[in-house]
Protein backbone atom coordinates (compact mmCIF):
# COMPACT_ATOMS: atom_id res chain seq x y z
CA UNK A 1 0.00 0.00 0.00
CA UNK A 2 1.66 3.38 -1.10
CA UNK A 3 1.72 5.86 1.69
CA UNK A 4 -0.25 8.82 1.57
CA UNK A 5 1.34 12.31 0.87
CA UNK A 6 1.42 14.22 4.00
CA UNK A 7 4.11 16.80 2.68
CA UNK A 8 1.12 17.98 0.15
CA UNK A 9 -2.29 19.61 0.44
CA UNK A 10 -5.34 18.62 -2.13
CA UNK A 11 -7.63 21.01 -2.75
CA UNK A 12 -10.91 20.40 -5.22
CA UNK A 13 -12.38 23.96 -6.93
CA UNK A 14 -16.08 23.62 -6.52
CA UNK A 15 -17.52 27.29 -8.08
CA UNK A 16 -21.30 25.93 -7.73
CA UNK A 17 -23.72 26.19 -10.26
CA UNK A 18 -22.44 26.23 -14.20
CA UNK A 19 -24.52 29.05 -16.48
CA UNK A 20 -23.60 26.43 -19.51
CA UNK A 21 -25.38 23.09 -17.96
CA UNK A 22 -27.77 24.97 -15.73
CA UNK A 23 -27.14 23.01 -12.57
CA UNK A 24 -24.33 22.35 -10.09
CA UNK A 25 -21.87 19.77 -12.31
CA UNK A 26 -19.39 18.57 -9.46
CA UNK A 27 -23.08 16.94 -8.26
CA UNK A 28 -23.26 15.00 -11.90
CA UNK A 29 -23.69 11.46 -11.03
CA UNK A 30 -21.54 9.55 -13.11
CA UNK A 31 -20.15 6.09 -12.57
CA UNK A 32 -22.68 5.62 -9.81
CA UNK A 33 -21.81 8.74 -7.48
CA UNK A 34 -21.37 12.67 -8.28
CA UNK A 35 -18.46 13.94 -9.92
CA UNK A 36 -16.57 15.10 -6.79
CA UNK A 37 -17.12 12.35 -4.96
CA UNK A 38 -15.01 10.48 -7.53
CA UNK A 39 -12.66 12.66 -7.38
CA UNK A 40 -12.08 12.91 -3.55
CA UNK A 41 -12.32 9.31 -3.15
CA UNK A 42 -9.40 9.52 -6.36
CA UNK A 43 -7.63 12.05 -4.07
CA UNK A 44 -8.09 9.99 -1.14
CA UNK A 45 -5.64 7.35 -2.20
CA UNK A 46 -2.50 10.07 -3.02
CA UNK A 47 -3.27 12.57 -0.16
CA UNK A 48 -3.54 12.73 3.78
CA UNK A 49 -5.98 15.77 3.61
CA UNK A 50 -8.06 16.70 0.24
CA UNK A 51 -9.99 20.47 1.38
CA UNK A 52 -12.96 21.58 -0.77
CA UNK A 53 -12.88 25.14 -2.00
CA UNK A 54 -16.59 25.65 -2.15
CA UNK A 55 -18.66 28.89 -1.52
CA UNK A 56 -21.53 26.46 -0.70
CA UNK A 57 -20.04 24.66 1.94
CA UNK A 58 -23.89 22.80 2.84
CA UNK A 59 -23.60 21.25 -0.67
CA UNK A 60 -20.40 19.10 0.32
CA UNK A 61 -20.92 18.03 4.07
CA UNK A 62 -21.68 14.84 2.72
CA UNK A 63 -17.84 14.69 1.83
CA UNK A 64 -16.77 14.61 5.49
CA UNK A 65 -14.31 17.13 3.96
CA UNK A 66 -12.77 20.11 5.49
CA UNK A 67 -14.50 23.04 3.00
CA UNK A 68 -13.07 26.46 2.97
CA UNK A 69 -15.39 29.69 1.22
CA UNK A 70 -13.37 32.58 -1.02
CA UNK A 71 -11.83 35.39 0.19
CA UNK A 72 -13.16 37.33 -2.61
CA UNK A 73 -16.50 35.60 -3.58
CA UNK A 74 -17.65 35.44 -7.16
CA UNK A 75 -14.32 35.90 -8.65
CA UNK A 76 -13.60 32.55 -10.36
CA UNK A 77 -11.25 30.09 -9.88
CA UNK A 78 -8.31 32.63 -9.27
CA UNK A 79 -10.31 33.49 -5.80
CA UNK A 80 -9.82 29.50 -4.98
CA UNK A 81 -7.03 29.46 -6.10
CA UNK A 82 -6.45 32.34 -3.36
CA UNK A 83 -8.64 30.58 -0.46
CA UNK A 84 -6.71 27.78 -0.99
CA UNK A 85 -3.20 29.55 -0.57
CA UNK A 86 -4.54 31.23 2.41
CA UNK A 87 -5.67 28.04 4.22
CA UNK A 88 -3.27 25.99 3.58
CA UNK A 89 -0.03 25.20 5.79
CA UNK A 90 1.36 22.92 3.00
CA UNK A 91 4.36 24.56 0.60
CA UNK A 92 3.26 22.55 -1.78
CA UNK A 93 -0.33 22.24 -2.81
CA UNK A 94 -2.11 20.15 -5.68
CA UNK A 95 -5.28 21.99 -6.92
CA UNK A 96 -7.59 20.85 -9.20
CA UNK A 97 -11.12 21.91 -10.51
CA UNK A 98 -14.02 19.16 -10.41
CA UNK A 99 -15.21 18.84 -13.69
CA UNK A 100 -12.63 16.31 -14.96
CA UNK A 101 -13.92 12.83 -15.14
CA UNK A 102 -10.79 11.20 -16.44
CA UNK A 103 -7.91 12.81 -14.41
CA UNK A 104 -5.97 9.89 -13.39
CA UNK A 105 -3.85 8.59 -10.33
CA UNK A 106 -0.19 8.60 -12.19
CA UNK A 107 -1.05 11.78 -13.73
CA UNK A 108 -1.79 13.11 -10.07
CA UNK A 109 1.70 11.30 -8.75
CA UNK A 110 3.60 12.07 -11.64
CA UNK A 111 3.04 15.61 -10.98
CA UNK A 112 3.51 15.58 -6.82
CA UNK A 113 6.76 13.52 -7.65
CA UNK A 114 7.88 15.66 -10.27
CA UNK A 115 11.09 17.55 -9.40
CA UNK A 116 11.63 21.38 -10.00
CA UNK A 117 12.59 24.29 -8.88
CA UNK A 118 9.56 26.77 -9.56
CA UNK A 119 7.24 28.09 -7.42
CA UNK A 120 4.20 26.01 -9.80
CA UNK A 121 4.44 23.30 -12.12
CA UNK A 122 1.24 22.85 -14.42
CA UNK A 123 0.65 20.49 -17.13
CA UNK A 124 0.12 21.35 -20.79
CA UNK A 125 -1.09 18.85 -23.76
CA UNK A 126 -1.94 19.99 -27.50
CA UNK A 127 -0.20 23.36 -26.65
CA UNK A 128 -2.93 24.25 -24.17
CA UNK A 129 -1.79 24.67 -20.87
CA UNK A 130 -3.79 22.97 -17.53
CA UNK A 131 -3.83 25.85 -14.48
CA UNK A 132 -6.98 24.21 -12.65
CA UNK A 133 -4.90 20.78 -12.30
CA UNK A 134 -1.12 21.62 -11.07
CA UNK A 135 0.98 22.62 -7.71
CA UNK A 136 1.27 25.42 -6.61
CA UNK A 137 3.27 26.52 -4.11
CA UNK A 138 2.05 28.92 -0.71
CA UNK A 139 4.82 31.53 -2.29
CA UNK A 140 3.16 33.11 -4.85
CA UNK A 141 0.11 33.52 -2.65
CA UNK A 142 0.99 37.97 -2.88
CA UNK A 143 0.67 37.21 -6.40
CA UNK A 144 -2.58 35.75 -6.71
CA UNK A 145 -3.77 38.20 -4.01
CA UNK A 146 -2.08 40.95 -6.04
CA UNK A 147 -3.36 39.97 -9.35
CA UNK A 148 -7.29 39.68 -7.56
CA UNK A 149 -7.01 43.38 -5.77
CA UNK A 150 -5.86 45.25 -9.01
CA UNK A 151 -8.41 43.46 -11.68
CA UNK A 152 -11.13 44.89 -9.19
CA UNK A 153 -9.77 48.69 -10.14
CA UNK A 154 -11.97 49.62 -13.12
CA UNK A 155 -9.12 51.85 -14.43
CA UNK A 156 -7.31 47.96 -14.58
CA UNK A 157 -7.36 46.19 -17.92
CA UNK A 158 -6.48 42.72 -15.99
CA UNK A 159 -9.69 40.19 -15.54
CA UNK A 160 -8.28 38.71 -12.75
CA UNK A 161 -8.19 34.97 -14.91
CA UNK A 162 -5.72 32.26 -13.88
CA UNK A 163 -3.97 32.55 -17.52
CA UNK A 164 -2.77 36.21 -16.33
CA UNK A 165 -1.41 34.88 -12.67
CA UNK A 166 0.62 31.75 -15.43
CA UNK A 167 2.06 34.93 -17.14
CA UNK A 168 3.00 37.00 -13.76
CA UNK A 169 4.25 34.38 -12.08
CA UNK A 170 6.11 31.91 -15.11
CA UNK A 171 5.51 28.54 -13.69
CA UNK A 172 7.20 25.75 -15.14
CA UNK A 173 5.15 23.31 -17.82
CA UNK A 174 5.44 20.01 -18.29
CA UNK A 175 4.27 18.44 -21.62
CA UNK A 176 2.79 15.22 -20.89
CA UNK A 177 1.59 14.23 -24.78
CA UNK A 178 4.74 11.63 -24.53
CA UNK A 179 3.54 10.52 -21.18
CA UNK A 180 2.47 6.67 -20.72
CA UNK A 181 -0.84 8.08 -18.88
CA UNK A 182 -1.63 10.27 -21.86
CA UNK A 183 -4.78 9.90 -23.47
CA UNK A 184 -7.14 12.81 -25.57
CA UNK A 185 -9.88 12.96 -22.60
CA UNK A 186 -7.36 13.06 -19.66
CA UNK A 187 -8.36 16.74 -19.26
CA UNK A 188 -11.74 16.84 -20.81
CA UNK A 189 -14.20 19.14 -18.78
CA UNK A 190 -18.12 18.92 -17.94
CA UNK A 191 -19.45 22.42 -18.85
CA UNK A 192 -22.60 21.78 -21.07
CA UNK A 193 -25.16 18.73 -21.52
CA UNK A 194 -23.49 17.73 -24.07
CA UNK A 195 -19.91 17.03 -22.51
CA UNK A 196 -21.89 15.14 -19.68
CA UNK A 197 -23.65 12.70 -21.74
CA UNK A 198 -20.09 11.71 -23.40
CA UNK A 199 -18.49 11.35 -20.14
CA UNK A 200 -21.25 8.99 -19.15
CA UNK A 201 -21.26 7.37 -22.25
CA UNK A 202 -17.14 6.16 -21.44
CA UNK A 203 -17.78 5.53 -17.86
CA UNK A 204 -20.80 3.43 -18.58
CA UNK A 205 -19.15 1.35 -21.12
CA UNK A 206 -15.94 0.40 -18.59
Known amino acids: MNQLKTNITAFILSGGKSSRIGTNKSLLILDGRPLIQRLTELLDTIFHEVVIS ?3 PKTYEFLDKKIIEDFYPKRGPLAGI ?3 LS ?3 SEKNFIINCDMPFISKELIV ?3 DFKTDSKTLLPKVDGRIQPLCGIYSKSV ?3 VENLLIQSRNQQSKLKGSVYELISLIQPEI ?5 TNFYHTDLFF ?3 TPEDYNYAKSILETK
Open 141 to 143: LPD
Open 54 to 56: SNE
Open 174 to 178: IDLTR
Open 110 to 112: YLT
Open 82 to 84: HSA
Open 189 to 191: NVN
Open 87 to 89: STT
